[in-house]
């Protein structure tokens, strides 16, 4: 049992390492600016430097109104008013609303997810020591899966919202090498000495 368990306990480890020291990387030190951002158009400067969705709600209303007002008396094709503003800046503001919803469930997921693993890390650890081991073993391995899972990688543009789920998942990156280093301690798993089997 002890070489399988050394196995899995090395995959996850080098799982978590990666996984933190890229998103340490993404959050801290990546360059995210471009020599080409002064061209853009100032909405997206005004989107990037939101920090919170009602910001974003209130830059989008009074467009949104321009929209519909226009809307009404124009007689172009949707292709061709999509090309010309307040319609361009309105789907940007829209875009932009919706990609901070998503990035806002994923972080509730992300906690809600790690609480589970942490749970089941908890119980794991009891059941291997006090009970059986081949009982605390699929636990643990659960909860790792869990933890591993929910740090993984997302490929998303730079917004705050992004360095908040980055943020996320970075401090759960963290814990969960906390926590494996701890059940590397706890249980033995690399004691020299192999204990009688439970």
């Known amino acids: 049992m002890k070489p399988m368990l050394k196995t899995m306990v090395i995959v996850a480890f080098v799982s978590l390492l990666v996984q933190t020291v890229r ?11 471009s020599v080409l951002d002064k061209y853009d158009q100032p909405v997206k400067s005004e989107i ?5 969705l009602n910001e974003l709600l209130r830059r989008y209303d009074p467009v949104r109104k321009q929209v519909d007002e226009l ?4 007689s172009s094709p949707a292709y061709e008013q999509a090309q010309k503003e307040p319609y361009k800046t309105e789907q940007t503001l829209r875009q932009a609303i919706v990609e901070w919803e998503e990035k806002s469930k994923e ?4 906690r809600l997810y790690s609480l589970v693993a942490a749970v089941l890390f908890v119980m794991g650890l009891l059941v291997y020591k006090k009970l059986n081991r081949w009982l605390g073993i699929p636990l643990l391995i659960a909860a790792f ?8 990688p997302t490929f998303i543009g730079p917004t705050r919202e992004f ?18 280093v701890g ?16």
């Not at 990037?48 to 919170?52: K, P, T």
């Not at 809307?71 to 124009?74: A, V």
């Not at 972080?107 to 992300?110: D, E, S």
């Not at 899966?145 to 740090?151: G, S």
Request: net charge neutral.
């Open 71 to 74: 809307s009404k008396t124009s």
């Open 163 to 180: 360095d908040r789920l980055l943020a996320n998942k970075l401090a759960l990156s963290i814990v969960s090498l906390v926590f494996l």
């Open 107 to 110: 972080i509730r997921a992300i």
């Open 23 to 33: 998103h340490a990387y993404m959050l801290w030190f990546e360059p995210r600016g």
């Open 48 to 52: 990037a430097s939101a920090v919170s």
């Open 145 to 152: 899966a869990e933890f591993i899972y929910w740090t993984s």
């Open 183 to 198: 059940a590397i301690w706890f249980l033995d798993i690399f004691a020299e000495k192999e204990a009688s089997s439970a």
